[in-house]
């Protein structure tokens, strides 16, 4: 039986996070319920981020996206008044920036459920998100309709049961 437990995985996530602090972000807010659900979030000056740990869904996700006016958006905010995307799983930006589909898809996986194995994927997230996140951690959100396209084209490909392929490529010119 596990003992780690969702204010366990919090204090976790906060310090293998601990660098989006020097990069400007604040905590903005923790949940934990009836130890089937944790989550943490930070809040930037342009961007946000959200480590959660579902232990009935055995998910480990990060997500990250732009401020809607200012603050984080609400859990069913999905897009802002211009169409702009306000949530990227790190595994779709991951994908999108690699192209690796296995490398992306084990940002979720913490098999097989021990604190050292939750605490490796706490580290291997935050090391992704620093990594291939900082744009938009930055603000700089030109990437957004490409991670929507390749979103499209993962979702196509899952319907079809075929692997993901390669992403569309974001082209900054």
Request: charged content about 25%; glycine content about 8%; proline content about 6%.
């Amino acid at each position: 039986m596990m003992t780690y437990g969702t204010t366990d995985f919090i204090k976790s996530a906060r310090g293998a996070f601990a660098w989006l602090k020097a990069r400007g972000f604040d905590e903005a807010a923790t949940q934990t319920k009836n130890n089937l659900y944790g989550s943490i979030a930070w809040v930037g000056e342009k961007a946000w981020v959200r480590v959660t740990w579902d232990i009935h869904d055995e998910s480990l996700d990060v997500v990250l996206g732009p401020l809607k006016e200012g603050r984080q958006p609400s859990p069913l905010e999905e897009r802002d008044q211009e169409g702009r995307r306000l949530r990227i799983p790190l595994w779709l930006l991951t994908w999108v920036m690699t192209s690796d589909e296995a490398f992306a898809r084990s940002l979720t996986d913490y098999s097989p459920g021990t604190q050292d194995a939750i605490e490796d994927a706490l580290k291997r997230n935050a090391a992704t998100l620093q990594q291939f996140g900082t744009p938009i951690l930055d603000g700089d959100f030109d990437l957004l309709p490409v991670v929507d396209e390749a979103d499209q084209a993962r979702m196509q490909a899952n319907v079809e049961g075929r692997p993901w392929g390669t992403p569309p490529r974001f082209d900054p010119a």
